[in-house]
């Protein structure tokens, strides 16, 4: 059973970093196959796609986020990460990780993180 | 607002049928199959169904999806409590070429 697990701050500075981790058990990166995607549910609203990464480090963003997003991966620790740039209050949202295999097949529990000062 | 149309809400009583809609365009579901997604309090995210009307091992049958056109359903039947939670409709959009979701419905079991 592949299982997901975020980590990182729950809490970042406008205008810094938001920094993220996904950790991955129960199967592994490297085996290809399957893109590793963020997605984020702000307050009280709907889910919104952030971006993917495959084992090889190949990346496909939302436009929107684009410019301030990266995304990439680690096989040797079966873990993907994200990193959004320049936060403001509008990046408050609970970050999920999950697994695409065209459909989102397995999900982390999701943290939330809070941009303020 | 989302590109995918639902219901904000859906209610019924235990042992009932429900049904959540979701409606795009043809850039959407028009073109791409739909996935559906359970969000309950406290718990990972559970894919429900993928392209169209597959359901993943561990999905009660009592939970079908169908497709027509540029519009989508999840019915729910013999409603239990432990389906109350939020739904939520995917695909992939050619227009804006990732994927989309809907705006969720918030299921209550009466």
């Known amino acids: 059973q592949v299982q997901l697990q975020e980590s990182g701050p729950g809490l970042v500075k406008p205008s810094q970093t938001l920094s993220l981790t996904c950790t991955v058990s129960?199967?592994?990166?490297?085996?290809?196959?399957?893109?590793w995607s963020w997605i984020r549910q702000h307050p009280g609203k709907g889910l919104e796609w952030i971006g993917y990464i495959n084992h090889s480090g190949s990346t496909y963003y939302n436009p929107s986020l684009k410019s301030r997003l990266t995304i990439s991966v680690d096989t040797s620790k079966n873990q993907f990460s994200l990193k959004l740039s320049s936060v403001t209050a509008a990046d408050t949202a609970v970050y999920y990780c999950?697994?695409?295999?065209?459909?989102?097949?397995?999900w982390g529990q999701g943290t939330l993180v809070t941009v303020s000062s | 607002q989302s590109v995918l149309t639902q219901p904000p809400s859906a209610s019924g009583t235990p042992g009932q049928r429900v049904t959540i809609s979701c409606s795009g365009s043809r850039y959407n579901i028009g073109r791409n199959t739909v996935n559906w997604y359970q969000l309950l309090p406290g718990t990972a995210p559970k894919l429900l169904f993928f392209r169209d009307n597959q359901r993943p091992s561990g999905v009660p049958d009592r939970f079908s999806g169908s497709k027509s056109g540029t519009s989508a359903s999840l019915a729910i039947s013999g409603l239990q409590s432990e389906d109350e939670g939020d739904y939520y409709c995917a695909t992939w959009d050619d227009s804006l070429n990732r994927p989309v979701f809907g705006g969720g419905t918030k299921l209550t079991v009466l």
């Open positions: 999950a697994r695409d295999t065209g459909a989102l097949d397995y």
């Open positions: 129960g199967g592994s990166i490297s085996s290809g196959g399957h893109f």
